[in-house]
Structure formats: C-alpha cells, structure tokens
C-alpha cells in the first residue's frame, strides 16, 4: 500500500520567516495530495490540495508543489503568523485504494515564534 | 453550523464497557470515515461507507463496528473497551464526485481507564 514521510516532525520559525513542510510518497500511482492544519482540540482542516497533473499551486500565503519524478511535494507558508502554529498533515492517496482512502504522514508540529 | 459534528467530544470510561460515538454531517456528502489519531498524532483510516454502503474496513479488531442508518450519519460502536483504544476519533465526510476532499469533525478523545 502507499507509504507517506514526512519531514520534519517539529519546526519553530521567527514570525515572518518561511515554513517548508516536506513529504515522499511510494505509489507512483498517487495522484491527489492533500494538506491539512490541525489546531489545538480541533479536527484536521483542509488547507489547500494538488492533483498530480499540476507543478504548483498556490493560495495566499501558502504554496504546494509536486514532483512527481522524485515522489515528493512539499507545503510553503510565507511570512508566517502565530496563528500558523499547529500540526500539519500531508496525505496521499492512490486509486489502486477503495475508497478514495487518504495515507497521511506523520505530521509537523510548526511553532511561530511572536 | 458545524458541517461535521461528533458526540460527545469526551468520554471517559472503565476498561470493559462498550460505548458509542455519533457522527452526523449536513454537507450533503454521501460518503462518511472514521479516524483514530493516537497519542504521536498519527492519523489512521478505520472505516468509510458510502451511502451505507461499508466500503473501506482497514485492520481494526471486531470490536469495533461501525454503523451507517442514512448517508448523514455515521456512528461508531465499541465493544470491550481496552486501554489501547484511547484516542481522538474523527469522523470525516466527502462527497464521492469529489471525494478526494475530505472534511473532519471536531473530534471525541476517549479515555479508558
């Protein structure tokens, strides 16, 4: 089945500073890959998404890309904000998979430091 | 307004007990999904029905039993409560035309002592 990384587990930024979140996967067949945000006490919120015939895409202040050569993409957040902090989820998922199942990673806890 | 909601959001009980949490969604969806997140906050998939249909069962002990009474609802039976099984479950809801998007509940942290 599909395997997702992700890397690194912890991140601390100086407010304003760039975040980069970075993620691999194994099934070449994966084609969607989805980011999420979770705060503290709340459920995994949908942030911004990629399909595997897209490079990049981007939403305000953050960013995806995808490689799919190399099986990597990654999250960009720029000028980062307090209200940035919280664990981020990467996930991938393959139509070898019923039921559009989603293999997450295991999440990066960001810290913005004020 | 709460697009996906579960109850309750705590439950504390004794190893042993059998319990229940409830997921409902008023997006619309028609395809629903349990989570369990453990305590390294890794997300794992338990179960997805699509209009009640059981579609994703992953490896989860038969204690566990979902059970879906209409496409908006999504409820989730545990039998035999075990210390292992405390976790935040999520339940989740999409839409199958664009099922890729997945959006969660707030969450139920249960606890068994």
């Known amino acids: 089945g599909e395997n997702v990384e992700q890397h690194p587990s912890t991140l601390s930024v100086q407010e304003g500073d760039s975040a980069v979140i970075k993620c691999t996967y194994s099934?070449?067949?994966?084609?969607?890959f989805p980011w999420y945000k979770q705060e503290l006490g709340k459920g995994p919120q949908l942030i911004i998404d990629?399909?595997?015939?897209?490079g990049e895409k981007k939403d305000q202040r953050i960013a995806v890309t995808l490689n799919k050569t190399a099986k990597h993409f990654s999250l960009h957040i720029t000028e980062t904000q307090p209200e940035d902090s919280a664990v981020y989820f990467c996930?991938?998922?393959?139509?070898?998979?019923?039921?559009?199942?989603?293999?997450f990673g295991g999440g990066t806890r960001v810290l913005v430091k004020p | 307004d709460t697009a996906v909601s579960q109850t309750p959001k705590y439950l504390v009980t004794q190893m042993g007990n059998d319990k229940s949490i409830k997921c409902e969604q008023n997006?619309?969806?028609?395809?629903m999904y349990w989570y369990k997140q453990d305590s390294k906050k890794f997300l794992k998939i338990m179960f997805s029905y699509n209009n009640k249909e059981l579609i994703i069962n992953e490896t989860v002990p038969n204690r566990f039993s979902p059970k879906s009474p209409d496409k908006a609802h999504l409820n989730l039976h545990i039998n035999s409560l075990e210390l292992g099984d405390s976790a935040v479950y999520f339940c989740?809801?999409?839409?199958?035309?664009?099922?890729?998007?997945?959006?969660f509940g707030p969450g139920t942290r249960l606890t068994v002592t």
């Open positions: 989740a809801s999409s839409l199958r035309s664009r099922g890729y998007e997945q959006y």
């Open positions: 996930a991938a998922r393959t139509p070898r998979a019923a039921g559009n199942k989603l293999t």
């Open positions: 099934d070449s067949a994966s084609n969607y």
């Open positions: 990629i399909r595997s015939n897209v």
């Open positions: 997006l619309g969806h028609d395809t």
